[in-house]
């Protein structure tokens, strides 16, 4: 079964119509990434997938379900953010376990999987900090820890590593294939750099003014340019 079904999903801001018609299947424990230039609609469709933004026309699948009319809490995915969307009044511990408590979680479970996640990407000394006590890099680990806990079935992730320094996004671009290696799940990944793109993907989503342009993999796409 696919992860994800796109059908012919169109986003119309009033008469400005700015994805045209999108078809996509994504199948599970597939790492697609959306490329093009600014403007081309990558956050359109990744805000739709998420439910941050109305569908206009057509049918969005996730996990097997419709989901066109439910609100993000309602679909089986997590999403990173690229201004990381952290609470900065919550402790990093808090931020991670935000998720799970909401969904009534008993205590001692949520400790254990914070634990647990936060080991996985490094965070364990910085649990009791604030996030505006933490770089860039840690900031945006807790921001993927905090989508990692809620075991969804899709990840979405829009532009995670643009506030990073060269080093520190070479550093999380490699941590991310890491994570993808290990934990398999279907991943949804916007981006405006090629190399993140060659370098994540199963197959790229290559856009351009709300249309697919090129779809394959990362050697389809850079052999046929
Ligand atoms: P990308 O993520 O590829 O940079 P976007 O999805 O942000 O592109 O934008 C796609 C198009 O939709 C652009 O032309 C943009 O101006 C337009 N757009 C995005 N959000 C809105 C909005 N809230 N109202 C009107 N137009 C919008
Ligand atoms: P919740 O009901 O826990 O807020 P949601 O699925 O609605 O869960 O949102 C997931 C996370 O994304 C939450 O932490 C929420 O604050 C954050 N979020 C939602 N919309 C936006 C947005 N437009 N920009 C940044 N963060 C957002």
Sequence with gaps: MAAIVCKEITKRYGNHQVVHKFDLSVRENEFVVFLGPSGCGKSTILRMLAGLEEISDGELTIAGKVVNDLPPRDRDIAMVFQNYALYP?????????????????????????????????????YL????????????????????????????????????????????????????????????????????????????????????????????????NP
């Design 89 to 125: 009044h919550m402790t990093v511990f808090d931020n991670i376990a935000f998720g799970l408590k909401r969904l009534k979680v008993a205590k001692a479970e949520i400790a254990r999987r914070v634990r647990d996640v936060a080991s996985m990407l490094g965070l364990e000394t």
């Design 128 to 223: 009791e900090r604030k996030p505006a006590a933490l770089s860039g890099g840690q900031q945006q680990r807790v921001a993927i820890a905090r989508a990692m806990i809620k075991t969804p079935a899709v990840f979405l992730f829009d532009e995670p590593l643009s506030n990073l320094d060269a080093k520190l996004r070479n550093h999380m671009r490699v941590e991310i294939a890491r994570l993808h290696q290990s934990l398999k799940t279907t991943t949804v990944y916007v981006t405006h750099d090629q190399l993140e793109a060659m370098t994540l993907a199963d197959r790229i989503v290559l856009l351009k003014d709300g249309r697919i342009e090129q779809l394959g993999t990362p050697k389809e796409i850079y052999e």
